[in-house]
């Protein structure tokens, strides 16, 4: 909305023509969506304290002290982060910026996957909530439109390619199969931080992370002059996406103040699914997937954990881990659990410093 204001009065008002730029915008969309985390989160904690007497339902396998320490919180709490993060981008963004659209389809999208995942989870008081394969049909449908919706968005010469980092021009065509391949980025983001929505802050500051290094990597990609310095492939209008990210890193830090240990509220699916859907998304858009994969290393670390303890434990009855994923066979060895927060966020800053370093090593 500002953006759009900003066009038609700053011939009279210079002052407005800060506005234009994505810079200025960003860090208006962080600050905005911080405030109304700050406004909305008591309110939004209050209601579903009331509608949820017993709060979320507590894997009965799991770490034994949950059951003690985490009854009674509620969940849902991503729902905070989407109005944060929605009302942010509507007041900075470029609204006639189809990325932006495109993400956000992806981002509530997911969203409504995983409220529909944790209000059955409410209802029946178990931790069984949507079923995998509806879950997943819903996931790859919103998946598939959107890639569809940003290979029309994209130059047509790397349109349907997968770009490799270290690497200057080798792109690999995958043609018609490229949604495909979009949809599966975002499918596994969103559930790779899903899986990591384990502690309180665990998933939170991995992903404000991921977020700020993708905000930088967008606003260059989207910049003809910063691409070509660093031989990155050049996406027109991509840069917007820096705003979108910016707003969930403030959204972020607004829910990050209710999550910090003894957490007040957990994000739920609504949460997870929602920013692992946008960081996949963005991602697709600046072309820059198998980054992803670097910066959010944490993420693919935890999501490899549970499938080989699934398979291992199928085939041989055994298990890898003490408990999957990851963080929880930390937990069982002893860890406290702010030890195993804040050693997984170093990580996390380590493999984003190394998925921007990508940008310059070609």
Sequence with gaps: MFYFLALHLTGNVHFFNLFRYITFRAGGACLTALVISFW???????????????????RSDGPERHLVEKKGTP???????????????????????????ATMFVTFGYGAIGFADDYLKLTRRNTKGVSGRVRLLGESVIGLIAGVW?????????ATDLA??????????????????????????????????????????????????????????????????????????????????????????????????????????????????????VAVATKNEIVLAIVGGLFVVETISVIVQVLWFKRT??????????????????????TIVIRFWIISMILGLVGLATLKIR
């Design 40 to 58: 909305l989160g008591p309110k939004v904690i209050r209601y579903l304290k009331s509608v949820q007497r017993h709060g979320q339902p507590i």
């Design 164 to 281: 490799l980092p270290l690497f200057k021009n080798l792109l690999i065509p995958f043609g018609i199969l490229f949604p495909f391949v979009a949809l599966f980025v975002m499918i596994g983001a969103a559930n790779a931080v899903n899986f990591t929505d384990g502690l309180d802050g665990l998933a939170t500051v991995p992903t404000m992370i991921a977020a700020a290094v993708f905000a930088l990597i967008a606003y260059l990609v989207g910049n003809k002059i910063f691409s070509g310095y660093l031989e990155l492939h050049f996406v027109s209008g991509v840069g917007e996406l820096a705003v979108f990210l910016s707003a969930l890193i403030g959204a972020g830090l607004g829910f990050l103040w209710f999550n910090a240990p003894p957490a007040a509220v957990f994000m739920g699916d609504t949460g997870s699914l929602s920013l692992g859907g946008a960081l996949g998304a």
């Design 317 to 338: 009855g055994r298990r890898v881990f003490l408990m999957a994923p990851l963080h929880h066979h930390f937990e069982k060895k002893g860890w406290a659990e702010p």
């Design 75 to 101: 969940t849902m709490g991503g729902v905070l982060i989407l109005l944060a993060l929605g009302f942010s981008v509507l007041l900075w963004g470029d609204l006639g910026n189809g990325f932006v659209w």
């Design 150 to 158: 940003m290979i029309s968005l994209m130059p047509p010469g790397i």
